[in-house]
């Protein structure tokens, strides 16, 4: 039932510290709110390194590390920074024991306090139970804002982000740049190596230009390697400055190529169209980009799919079959079919 205006919170601190990619779903959801109720106040409690994500949405930051849950005392503290804010309700949109406890002290002290529902029962049922291809479970999106419902907020889900006019790092652009992330924090979520390396052949002659996205380490070698092959390719690792940038790159391509990752839903904020390339997991969990079409999803249905809800347990066989069994010409085609 919704709450009278002069009885919703005025300050909300909104919390949620990882995972990236998690993290990046939830400027939607605050921009849905803010659309709704222009005059709440809103703090987000999380990493500074995820500032960039929520620019524009006129949000405050407050930094919070890894360190600060580090023992009870640790989250004591940090709760009564929290309390320092002038808050009047946070919105736990993370729901870990960790942040249970910083909800726990905030309510003894007066504030009104709601958590996500991650849904973990329909998701475990779904993976082990293969049910893929029954209807989508409720995006990760949607139960964001569901926890500013909880709060007494009534507003419509988010509709997708629209296209806006960002600086170009990579200088004036011509013809068409598509960008390539094929990595993940999991082998069943990561392009194989050897075909990646075949696609990355084929899309540098078919584009003008190929922005290889990654990390350090071998994904950085993978990406220089590239570079030093083809005269059209480049490294996105080392040139631009932080996610910020990266953004700014992701929104002056034509099209982002991704995995079940970051680079997926950092598209999903500017508006570029994405290829979705999908292993151990399954966009109807509830963690495709949100706004991104289902035309653009590139998967192979196997029986033993979706095998994790996050893509962190080992293939049964042993070799990562489902996501071996897409090729780099698949990839290439169905970029090709979203550019058209």
């Known amino acids: 039932m919704a709450i009278s205006n002069s009885r919703l919170p005025k300050h909300i601190l909104v919390v949620r510290h990882s995972a990236m990619g998690d ?7 605050i921009r849905a709110l ?5 005059d ?3 703090t987000i ?3 500074n390194l995820f500032k960039p994500f929520f620019e524009g949405l006129d949000v405050d930051i407050m930094p919070v590390e890894k360190g600060d849950y580090d023992g009870w005392k640790n989250i004591r503290d940090l709760a009564r920074r929290m309390r320092l804010l ?3 309700a946070m919105a736990d949109t993370h729901g870990v024991w960790r942040t249970m406890f910083v909800r726990m002290w905030l309510r003894l002290h007066g504030l009104r306090t709601a958590k996500i529902d991650k849904g973990r029962i329909e998701k475990w049922h779904r993976v082990n139970y293969n049910h893929s291809n029954t209807a989508p479970l409720k995006h990760t999106v949607e139960r964001y804002c569901d926890v500013f419902r909880d709060l007494g907020f009534v507003f419509q889900n988010p509709a997708p982000a629209v296209k806006s006019l960002r600086p170009n790092p990579m200088g004036e652009k011509s013809g068409k740049w598509v960008g390539f992330a094929p990595f993940s924090a999991h082998q069943g979520k990561t392009y194989p190596e050897g075909v990646r390396e075949e696609a990355v052949k084929i899309l540098a002659a078919k584009y003008d230009r190929i922005f290889i996205h990654g990390g350090g380490g071998s994904e950085a070698e993978f990406a220089h390697r590239m570079e030093s092959l083809y005269s059209n390719v480049t490294a996105v ?14 929104s002056n391509l034509d099209c982002v190529i991704s995995m079940d990752s970051l680079v997926m839903h950092l598209a999903s904020l500017v508006a570029t169209p994405v290829v979705s390339v999908w292993g151990a997991t399954h966009p109807k969990l509830g963690f495709l980009g949100y706004g991104c079409t289902p035309e653009g999803v590139l998967q192979v249905d196997m029986e033993c799919r ?5 893509g962190n347990k080992r293939c049964k ?7 071996h069994a897409i090729t780099p010409q698949m990839i290439a085609d169905k970029v090709e079919q979203l550019l058209k």
């Open 237 to 250: 690792n080392g040139k631009l400055k932080g996610l910020g940038e990266e953004m700014n790159l992701i």
């Open 23 to 29: 993290v990046a779903m939830l400027p939607h959801a």
């Open 40 to 42: 709440i106040k809103i």
């Open 86 to 88: 002038g808050i009047d």
């Open 317 to 323: 066989y042993g070799d990562y079959r489902c996501i």
């Open 45 to 47: 409690a999380t990493r």
């Open 34 to 38: 803010k659309e709704a109720y222009p």
């Open 306 to 310: 979706p095998c994790s809800t996050y």
